[in-house]
Each structure stands twice: as structure tokens, then as C-alpha cells.
């Protein structure tokens, strides 16, 4: 075995053990033990503030974690995936979203080659565009100016968009923002319900341009705008692709396709022309400082020393649970009603990025990878799924997300959410013993009898972790920062468990057996299935 494999062993199994004597005490107890538990679990980076003294680690278990991410090598693949090197291994890929949203004069090199003229040449495209679109100065095939913006993509050419819009948009926008991404033709049918074509841009956005959700929304939407305004109506196609060819093949013209290029993952997209339909309908100034507060944090991740860098030990803590401690799923909660499609969009990014079970070099994993993540915005959580995070068998991790200043609405709802994302991190790690309900009901006069029967109902065992991130208002600056802690956690992740994270080939088998199985509902030959598969096919064939 060389050197390095035993190395990162011993660092996995100094892990295991950090982790098995956690098993053993509660979460709780850290802080009288260690009493700069809080200052060196708190730490903030570009505009945003993270508690990690809530999870089950020690001080110790933090430097054994700390060990392992220097044994993996992370210092040395984050200098790789900022150097532009080809870290996307399958695909024979550098992975360089930070590019996208560097400063003026960065230069950055995909692959040896530079890469940040061209970047700074789409943006000046894209801040032309958005410019001209927002004073109406560009107008629509009948010369009305636009006031509507039909966005139609899938996974990282939507879910990041989708969130943006959500997280930034004003409660009257001048340009409304809508999106279609499913290929079940009632999201494009409601899209497009209540708009006038003469007044609608359809932005249609795909890295390949041969998504056939994508393809089928936007032929749709062609024909849509095609049956008001005739064939002139192409000019408010407008479209965003690393494969600009297909894109003018479909009719959109020249000067409105945006380009992108294969060093950029789809769902690391949102800051090139995938971010287009956001910088128009939001302002292309808005979308400047969403790309300053991310590029804020690729410094801060690039710069700051492991044992202080928010991505790196956000990813520790993950990895204390999933590894350590075994726990397969996780619950993303921001208490923020305009974040809600926050967990939508990690799902993508976790699950796409690191749901592998080989590691880049084609060998079975060494350790399981990816969590599962779900989530939906507190408060509403709190009525749906949380009675299993404080009582259920599994102990799932929870982040939990919330915002110092109120966006909207009466500024008087913001401390009650506030006050229930604290508390809902304290209950879960404090819990309520089952002696505290006893005493409670007794004092409510209850009998022996009645308080048996009650006091395991209402016992919390609590020692659930949590993290807590706490943004001090929910602007582009510090949106843009959330996003690209959670994208450098997933490549930190990434290297712990020796797998590419830029790719995603467990998404193909389903789409070309969609193909087959379309043909036959279609009215083709009958292939070879299981019986099942068989049985659903001839029942669905009309
Ligand atoms: O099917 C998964 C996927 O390839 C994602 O990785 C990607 O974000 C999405 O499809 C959309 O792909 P495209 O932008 O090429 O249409």
C-alpha cells in the first residue's frame, strides 16, 4: 500500500474512533468541558456567520477531522481546482465556476488556457442585454417593449435561476420571471398563462442543447410565440449554451445566444449566462454582487487556513455524521420563506456532485458518500417533518439557516421566526428528559397512571445536531456567498471520499431508457422488458 492510501486509512480510522467515543456522550456536555468550544465552533466568512458547536464533535475530534482533510489532500485539490486543472477526471474537465465570478482582471486558465477574457466579454454581453431589455430600448417583434421573461431549462440550467429569482425578486417586479423546467406540459402551460407573447422573451437555457425536457418546452414556447407574431417572433428567442451551434440551428438569432463553456458544470452554472433571465428581470447590478459575494467566499475558501475555513469544516461536520456516526440523510432548513427552494437546489448539488460509488479513478469507494438531503423553509417544516428530527429512530443532522433583517412584510414576524430557529436548534440537541415531563404533569395534578402512559410521548432524547448559519440580511452579496460555501463543501467532500464531483453518468441510463420506452408508447415495436415494465408499457400505449 503506498505511503499516502495508509496515511488517509490511519486518518479515517482516528475518525471512527473520534466518532465512536461521541457515540458515548451528549452534545450538551462539550460546552462545560470545553470552554472555548463556542469560539472555535463560531467562526463567520464573507458576510456570513456559522455556529458548528452544535454538532457532535470535540475540540479533538475537530483536529482528528482537521487531520484527515490535510492527509485527503484538500489543500493541494483546492490549489488543483483553482489552478484550472482538470479535476473532473471522466469527463477530462476543470471545474472553474470561480472564474465566472472574479473581479474585473482575475485570470483565470482552464486547462492552461485563459479563460477570463472571454468571461468578462459574456458579461459585458449580458449587462448590454439586461440593460437594454430593462429601459426597453430592446423591444419585441411589434415593438412593445418587454415585461416578461419565459426562463425554460432543467436541473443546473433551472434550480439555481429558480432560487435567485425566489431569494432577490421584487414583490412588483417591472419584468416578471417565470420558469418551466418539467417536461409534463402543465408547468409550461402555466407558465405561459396570462402573458402576451408580443411583451415575453422566451430565454431557453441548456449546456448541451439536446435536453429533451428543455428541447420539447422550448419547441412549445417557439409555437407559442410563432402563432401570434409570425415567424419574426424568433427575435425573443433567446438562448444560453455551451454548444452555441445547436442553439442558432434552432432558430434563436446569433446576437442572442449567450455562451458557456464545458468548464462549467451545469449545476455550478448559475453565474454565467445560465444566471441571464435573473440579471434582467433583477437588474444586471444585482447580479454583480450575487457574483461578488461568491467570489468573497472563493477567496475566503481559497485563503483561509483549514482549521478556520467555513466550506472546509461545514464539510467535517458532515462527514463526522455521515461517516463517523453513519447517518445517511440530512435536513437543510432556512428560515426564510424566500430561500424555500433552498434544498431543491442542494439536492442537485450533493446528491448530483457526490452520489457516487466509485471514486474517481473507476475502484469501489472506500466510505458511503453523499447524504440524502431534504428540507423546506422553517417555519412551515416545523408542521410537517420535524416531529421525526426531534422523535424519530434516525438521528438526522439538520442546517439550519436563518436572517437577522426582515425582507418584506410586517418587520414584526421576523423575531418570531428568529426566535423559532434558535429554538428549534436548542431543542433538538437539549431535548426535554423524560424526569422534566414527569414533574410537569404531576404539577398539573395528573395520576401515576396517566403521567406512565404520557411522559415516553412527550420525552425528547434531544443530542440531534445542527448547524446554524445566520446571514445578516438575505442580499445578493450574501446569497451569492451561501451558494458557493455549500458548492466548495460538496468539492471539499468530494476529496475526502476520493470521488469526482463534476460528474454525473448515474443520470443517463434513465434518459435513454425514457427513449426506448417513448417509442414504443408511441406506438413502436414492443422491446424486451421485465414483466412489470412490460404490463405498465402496453397499459400506458393508447
Ligand atoms: O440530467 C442531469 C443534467 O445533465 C444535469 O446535470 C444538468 O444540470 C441538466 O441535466 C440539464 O442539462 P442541460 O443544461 O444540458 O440541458
Request: proline content about 5%.
Amino acid at each position: 500500500m503506498d505511503l499516502r492510501v495508509s496515511e488517509i486509512d490511519a486518518a479515517w480510522g482516528r475518525l471512527d474512533a473520534a466518532a465512536g467515543a461521541a457515540r458515548a456522550r451528549r452534545i450538551e456536555s462539550l460546552f462545560a468541558q470545553e470552554p472555548d468550544r463556542l469560539a472555535r465552533l463560531t467562526l463567520s466568512a464573507a458576510g456570513l456567520d456559522l455556529d458548528l458547536s452544535k454538532q457532535p464533535w470535540s475540540l479533538a475530534d475537530l483536529d482528528v477531522a482537521l487531520g484527515l482533510a490535510r492527509a485527503a489532500g484538500v489543500e493541494a485539490a483546492r490549489a488543483r481546482l483553482f489552478a484550472g486543472q482538470i479535476v473532473n477526471l471522466s469527463e477530462g474537465r476543470p471545474a472553474l465556476h470561480m472564474a465566472l465570478r472574479a473581479p474585473a482582471g482575475a485570470d483565470f486558465k482552464a486547462a492552461g488556457q485563459p479563460v477570463s477574457p472571454e468571461v468578462e466579454a459574456t458579461r459585458a454581453q449580458m449587462r448590454a442585454f439586461a440593460d437594454e431589455v430593462r429601459s426597453g430600448a430592446r423591444k419585441g417583434a411589434s415593438g412593445q417593449p418587454f415585461r416578461a421573461i419565459v426562463h425554460i431549462g432543467i436541473g443546473g440550467s433551472d434550480l439555481g435561476p429558480r432560487l435567485i429569482w425566489e431569494a432577490l425578486k421584487p414583490l412588483d417586479p417591472k419584468i416578471e420571471l417565470r420558469f418551466a423546467a418539467n417536461v409534463d406540459p402543465a408547468e409550461l402551460a402555466q407558465a405561459l398563462t396570462g402573458l402576451d407573447p408580443a411583451e415575453t422573451l422566451v430565454v431557453v437555457v441548456s449546456k448541451t442543447f439536446t435536453t429533451l425536457e428543455t428541447l420539447t418546452n422550448a419547441e412549445v414556447a417557439r409555437a407559442w410565440l410563432r402563432a401570434a407574431l409570425g415567424s419574426a417572433a424568433d427575435a425573443q428567442l433567446v438562448a444560453v449554451s455551451a454548444a452555441p451551434d445547436k442553439a442558432q440551428a434552432f432558430g434563436v438569432p446569433p446576437d442572442q445566444v449567450f455562451a458557456f463553456w464545458d468548464w462549467v458544470g451545469g449545476r455550478y452554472s448559475l453565474w454565467s449566462a445560465v444566471g441571464l433571465s435573473c440579471a434582467v428581470a433583477l437588474g444586471y447590478e444585482t447580479f454583480e454582487r450575487l457574483l461578488a459575494g461568491a467570489a468573497a467566499m472563493d477567496r475566503h475558501f481559497e485563503t483561509a487556513p483549514l482549521a478556520t475555513n467555513a466550506p472546509v469544516l461545514l464539510a467535517l461536520a458532515h462527514v463526522f455524521n455521515r461517516n463517523g456516526l453513519g447517518r445517511p440523510i440530512r435536513a437543510v432548513v432556512p428560515y426564510a420563506q424566500r430561500l424555500r427552494l433552498f434544498a431543491a437546489f442542494l439536492q442537485q448539488l450533493e446528491m448530483e456532485s457526490n452520489g457516487k460509488r466509485v471514486d474517481a479513478h473507476g475502484g469501489p469507494v472506500a466510505h458511503p458518500t453523499a447524504a440524502s438531503v431534504f428540507g423546506d423553509a422553517g417555519t412551515n417544516g416545523q408542521h410537517a417533518f420535524f416531529q421525526l428530527l426531534h422523535q424519530g429512530t434516525d438521528i438526522v443532522p439538520v442546517d439550519l439557516l436563518a436572517v437577522r433583517q426582515p425582507t418584506d412584510g410586517d418587520p414584526a414576524g421576523q423575531k418570531k421566526l428568529l426566535a423559532n430557529a434558535i429554538a428549534q436548534a436548542e431543542a433538538l440537541m437539549v431535548g426535554r428528559p423524560e424526569a422534566e415531563v414527569r414533574a410537569e404533569l404531576d404539577a398539573k395534578g395528573l395520576s401515576t397512571a396517566e403521567i406512565d402512559a404520557l411522559a415516553p410521548q412527550r420525552t425528547f432524547l434531544g443530542d440531534r445536531p445542527s448547524s446554524f448559519i445566520l446571514l445578516d440580511a438575505l442580499d445578493p452579496e450574501r446569497l451569492g456567498a451561501l451558494i458557493a460555501l455549500y458548492e466548495h463543501k460538496v468539492f471539499v467532500e468530494g476529496v475526502l471520499w476520493g470521488i469526482d464531483s463534476f460528474d454525473q453518468w448515474g443520470v443517463e441510463l434513465g434518459k435513454t431508457l425514457a427513449a426506448r420506452v417513448l417509442g414504443e408508447l408511441e406506438g413502436g415495436a414492443a422491446g424486451a422488458h421485465d414483466p412489470s415494465t412490460a404490463a405498465l408499457i402496453a397499459r400506458l400505449r393508447a
